[in-house]
């Protein structure tokens, strides 16, 4: 999820909470995938809600900070 779907989102009403879960959803499927890969089966790292939220809210104070 990029940064202006998550401020598009949050603007229309979604708590940080259920974005941060979104992007966490997201994120760790993309890792998923490039995990299945033999040669890659040990790069990239899992996320927990708590950087997933911390991303989220870097994103919306860069945003607001901007605004």
Do not use: C, P
């Not at 890659?40 to 809210?57: C, D, P, Q, W």
């Amino acid at each position: 999820m990029s940064e202006d779907e998550i401020i598009e989102k949050w603007t229309r009403g979604l708590s940080k909470d259920q974005l941060a879960k979104i992007y966490k959803r997201e994120y760790n499927m993309r890792i998923t995938i490039i995990r299945s890969e033999v040669r890659n089966r040990h790069s990239g790292r899992f996320i927990t809600n708590y950087e997933a939220l911390k991303y989220v809210e870097q994103t919306i104070y860069r945003y607001l900070k901007r605004k």
